[in-house]
């Protein structure tokens, strides 16, 4: 599986972005799907996650009611919604994607997960 994320942009405060992560290869509908994000200085952080099915989600809590993960199998894609967004979600985001039935509570760890696509960046202005 190869992942591309891209979407990424300059806004300020208070906008929003929407995220896409297109991946070929066989079976992404096999795949559960993270983004996570890194801000300089700072370690990988986990942001949302979806299972392969795309009826369970999961997130960080600083995102949670700003922040929709969706996917749409058909077109290989997942989406991340950012509304409201703030400056500390300034960030080089990445998707990556694991081989997990359900979603269990390791696809917050960003070691667990077997593909990445390149990082999209994300700047807000204050």
């Known amino acids: 599986v190869q992942l591309q994320a891209y979407g990424g942009g300059l806004v300020q405060a208070g906008a929003y972005l929407r995220l896409s992560c297109a991946a070929s290869g066989n079976n992404f509908d096999s795949y559960a799907v993270g983004w996570f994000r890194q801000a300089p200085g700072k370690e990988r952080e986990f942001v949302a996650a979806i299972n392969w099915r795309g009826d369970r989600t999961l997130y960080v809590d600083s995102v949670k009611g700003r922040f929709t993960i969706s996917r749409d199998n058909a077109k290989n894609s997942v989406y991340l919604q950012m509304d409201d967004l703030e400056p500390e979600d300034t960030a080089v985001y990445y998707c990556?994607?694991?081989?997990?039935?359900?979603?269990?509570?390791?696809?917050?760890?960003?070691?667990?997960?077997?593909?990445w696509g390149q990082g999209t960046l994300v700047t807000v202005s204050s």
């Open positions: 990556g994607a694991v081989r997990f039935g359900g979603l269990p509570d390791r696809v917050r760890t960003a070691g667990e997960y077997r593909y």
